[in-house]
């Protein structure tokens, strides 16, 4: 079992960055790959970013490609989601997820563990 809690977000104006990050629970962070999701009103949950199990390798998005990345601590058992170039499409609720398989995939419906999420708002 994996608990993850999401901080970080708030409102922020169109040009602006924020950080995310996903506490994890247990001694097994680094068993799953973490993904970032976002929900907007009104739309599905839509996969932002992944990060393997060890960091190595990452994947995004085509929608924040340059302007957000991934990252993880194992040791702090926390993922990161640096957000740059903030637009007002970027504003939805904010999901970190934990899955134990070993491919980063986009189907929410593969992650076996999620967060509350935290609400990122940008202001134009």
């Known amino acids: 079992q994996v608990q993850l809690v999401e901080s970080g977000g708030g409102l922020m104006q169109a040009g602006g960055s924020l950080r995310l990050s996903c506490a994890a629970s247990?001694?097994?962070?680094?068993?799953?790959?973490m993904g970032w999701f976002r929900q907007a009103p009104g739309k599905e949950r839509e996969f932002v970013a992944g990060?393997?199990?060890?960091?190595?390798?990452?994947y995004y998005a085509d929608s924040v490609k340059g302007r957000f990345t991934i990252s993880r601590d194992n040791a702090k058992n926390t993922v990161y989601l640096q957000m740059n170039s903030l637009k007002p499409e970027d504003t939805a609720v904010y999901y970190c997820?934990?899955?134990?398989?070993?491919?980063?995939?986009?189907?929410?419906?593969?992650?076996?563990?999620w967060g509350q999420g935290t609400q990122v708002t940008v202001s134009s």
């Open positions: 997820a934990a899955d134990s398989r070993s491919i980063i995939i986009r189907t929410p419906a593969r992650y076996d563990y």
């Open positions: 990060i393997s199990k060890s960091g190595g390798s990452t």
């Open positions: 247990g001694r097994t962070f680094s068993s799953y790959i």
